[in-house]
Nanobody, 121 residues
Framework: QVQLVESGGGLVQPGGSLRLSCAAS????????MSWYRQAPGKQRELVAG???????NYADSVKGRFTISRDNAKNMMYLQMNVLKPEDAAVYYC???????????????WGQGTQVTVSS
């Protein structure tokens, strides 16, 4: 099995920064695409940013220029640097990863349990 664990959430004032981390552990042979999603109360889960295995990135328009997604393939880690945070960025942030367990296995999608980001003065 595979576990994805997010960390780094918390309370920050508007204009502040946070860095989220996502760690993949367990039966991981290779990780393909990874992404960050968020879900605010009463809203649907939305894609925030994604990164491919060769580090091509994409961002939601609402976070372009403020958030940066990155990954460390050697450590099976993904990060989200969030700058100039706004109240509307407050949400539970989830990581998602597409993972193979062995050279011959198909790919499976995994989600983390989420980390809360609160932006408030």
């Amino acid at each position: 099995q595979v576990q994805l664990v997010e960390s780094g959430g918390g309370l920050v004032q508007p204009g502040g920064s946070l860095r989220l981390s996502c760690a993949a552990s367990g039966s991981v042979f290779a990780i393909n695409a990874m992404s960050w999603y968020r879900q605010a109360p009463g809203k649907q889960r939305e894609l925030v940013a994604g990164i491919t295995s060769d580090e091509n990135t994409n961002y939601a328009d609402s976070v372009k220029g403020r958030f940066t997604i990155s990954r460390d393939n050697a450590k099976n880690m993904m990060y989200l640097q969030m700058n100039v945070l706004k109240p509307e960025d407050a949400a539970v942030y989830y990581c998602k990863a597409i993972i193979r367990h062995s050279p011959s296995s198909p790919e499976f999608q995994y989600w983390g349990q989420g980390t809360q980001v609160t932006v408030s003065s």
